[in-house]
């Protein structure tokens, strides 16, 4: 029998569960794709300092 992590298990809830609501809201699907191009701008045009209040989960 094999272990997960409570952060694993936490990461693949919320992976699933943005899945289920993109499916059921097409609108989030947009806002999750804006909020990771935002994310990734911000990060190559700041660097590090973009994640000073923590990294992306990209």
């Given at each position: ?20 609501y ?34 992306s989960?990209?």
């Amino acid at each position: 029998m094999s272990t997960i992590s409570q952060w694993q298990l936490r990461t693949a809830f919320a992976a699933r569960l943005s899945e289920m609501y993109g499916q059921e809201v097409p609108a989030y699907r947009t806002l999750v794709d804006v909020s990771r191009e935002v994310n990734e701008d911000a990060l190559r045009d700041q660097g590090a300092d973009a994640e000073r209040l923590g990294p992306s989960a990209g």
